[in-house]
């Protein structure tokens, strides 16, 4: 159970499917069932065979599922769990899936909008390696046996090159070593929270954080209370559904507020750098006259084209970057060989 892996795609078909067979009145165990020939994912099939032995003896759906709570998480399970003691099973899993979809192609669009300056960074790096270790080692020896003064940036060139070539494993194995700590540091929560705390602040990126951060917990948040969940559940759940730890502490905070009576959105107006306020004030509205669910789905909406829009601005500027940095360093490299022979090349005065 500790290494069963569901990708995303696969939660979406579960819930969708099974929530055709429930409409379409099937028994629950039948349709579970059917939906574990359908799918591709072998752990996912162990995991429905198991649910179907859980429901023969008297379980509810929701009780099966936590046991794999690690593969689905907190909101999946308490969607279902909503629906089972509402009776509204069927329309739940269909909420479900379309919320699980719609966070994929969010994480789909961010990635996709990233390829192309990822692609011109990859290339660039294998660039480097390529001239550094192969093609530049043979070429500057003869440089240095023209017996002329080499310009600066010719003996940087060379200092890299020997450098390279004399302590390039020291420096590989030195990178990976600095890789394996960073990844161990973030295994402290506190490391991470940290961190997401940083994050927030840098200029561009912290934008589009905060963005895709109020698109996930506007939906989750929103789904939650559309099903049923009490809003002290909603926003303990939805916490957990966000990634950035420090937003999450801030939500999980705001619990305590709500218990005690307060106005979640008087909660979040205190903290406007990362809930705007317009988010408060729309959260507000929802709160005095019942239609909460409505403005945190319209939210979530207007949010995501914000995010579109970000993604749009941050690869407007990196892509020039990239390839400004990738012209500087083939510059510098053609400039640092080209000099001396032109040097060389002079007539004496």
Same mark, same amino acid.
């Given at each position: 159970?500790? #290494?069963? @892996?569901?990708?995303?795609?696969?939660?979406?078909?579960?819930?969708?499917?099974?929530?055709?067979?429930?409409?379409?009145?099937?028994?629950?165990?039948?349709?579970?069932?059917? %939906?574990?020939?359908?799918?591709? &994912?072998?752990?996912?099939?162990?995991?429905? &065979?198991?649910?179907?032995?859980?429901?023969?003896?008297?379980?509810?759906?929701?009780?099966?599922?936590?046991?794999?709570?690690?593969?689905?998480?907190?909101? #999946?399970?308490?969607?279902?769990?909503?629906?089972?003691?509402?009776?509204?099973?069927?329309?739940?899993?269909?909420?479900?899936?379309?919320?699980?979809?719609?966070?994929?192609?969010?994480?789909?669009?961010?990635?996709?909008?990233?390829?192309?300056?990822?692609?011109?960074?990859?290339?660039?790096?294998?660039?480097?390696?390529?001239?550094?270790?192969?093609?530049?080692?043979?070429?500057?020896?003869?440089?240095?046996? *023209?017996?002329?003064?080499?310009?600066?940036?010719?003996?940087?060139?060379? #200092?890299?090159?020997?450098? @390279?070539?004399?302590?390039?494993?020291?420096?590989?194995?030195?990178?990976?070593?600095?890789?394996?700590?960073?990844?161990?540091?973030?295994?402290?929560?506190?490391?991470?929270?940290? #961190?997401?705390?940083?994050?927030?602040?840098?200029?561009?990126?912290?934008?589009?954080?905060?963005?895709?951060?109020?698109?996930?917990?506007?939906?989750?948040?929103? *789904?939650?209370?559309?099903?049923? %969940?009490?809003?002290?559940?909603?926003?303990?759940?939805?916490?957990?559904?966000?990634?950035?730890?420090?937003?999450?502490?801030?939500?999980?905070?705001?619990?305590?507020?709500?218990?005690?009576?307060?106005?979640?959105?008087?909660?979040?107006?205190?903290?406007?750098?990362?809930?705007?306020?317009?988010?408060?004030?729309?959260?507000?509205?929802?709160?005095?006259?019942?239609?909460?669910?409505?403005? *945190?789905?319209?939210?979530?909406?207007?949010?995501?084209?914000?995010?579109?829009?970000?993604?749009?601005?941050?690869?407007?500027?990196?892509?020039?970057?990239?390839?400004?940095?990738?012209?500087?360093?083939?510059?510098? %490299?053609?400039?640092?060989?080209?000099?001396?022979?032109?040097?060389?090349?002079?007539?004496?005065?």
């Amino acid at each position: 159970m500790l #290494f069963l @892996s569901v990708p995303v795609q696969e939660k979406i078909n579960f819930a969708r499917h099974l929530h055709l067979t429930v409409k379409s009145g099937l028994a629950l165990v039948d349709g579970l069932k059917l %939906v574990e020939k359908q799918t591709s &994912s072998g752990s996912l099939r162990k995991i429905i &065979s198991r649910l179907v032995a859980d429901l023969n003896s008297g379980k509810f759906l929701s009780e099966g599922l936590s046991r794999y709570r690690s593969v689905f998480g907190d909101f #999946f399970i308490s969607i279902v769990q909503v629906g089972e003691k509402s009776g509204k099973l069927s329309e739940n899993l269909l909420h479900l899936s379309l919320e699980l979809r719609k966070k994929k192609e969010l994480q789909s669009k961010i990635v996709g909008a990233l390829v192309y300056p990822i692609i011109i960074f990859v290339a660039t790096i294998g660039i480097t390696i390529f001239l550094v270790f192969f093609i530049l080692p043979k070429i500057l020896p003869v440089l240095q046996d *023209l017996h002329v003064a080499l310009p600066l940036s010719t003996r940087i060139l060379i #200092f890299i090159v020997n450098m @390279s070539t004399q302590f390039g494993l020291y420096i590989l194995g030195g990178g990976i070593i600095l890789l394996i700590c960073v990844r161990a540091l973030f295994q402290f929560s506190f490391v991470r929270f940290f #961190f997401h705390r940083i994050v927030l602040y840098i200029p561009i990126v912290s934008g589009l954080t905060r963005r895709v951060t109020l698109v996930d917990f506007s939906r989750s948040f929103g *789904l939650l209370l559309q099903s049923g %969940v009490s809003i002290v559940d909603a926003l303990t759940i939805s916490a957990g559904t966000i990634r950035n730890l420090y937003y999450r502490q801030l939500i999980l905070f705001s619990v305590e507020h709500v218990r005690k009576g307060e106005q979640v959105a008087d909660y979040f107006a205190k903290h406007q750098y990362l809930f705007p306020i317009m988010f408060s004030n729309l959260l507000k509205i929802g709160e005095s006259t019942g239609h909460l669910e409505s403005n *945190l789905f319209y939210l979530s909406e207007y949010y995501e084209g914000e995010v579109d829009d970000s993604v749009r601005g941050l690869t407007a500027i990196m892509e020039p970057l990239l390839l400004l940095f990738m012209g500087l360093m083939v510059g510098f %490299v053609a400039i640092s060989i080209i000099l001396p022979i032109y040097k060389i090349s002079q007539p004496a005065v």
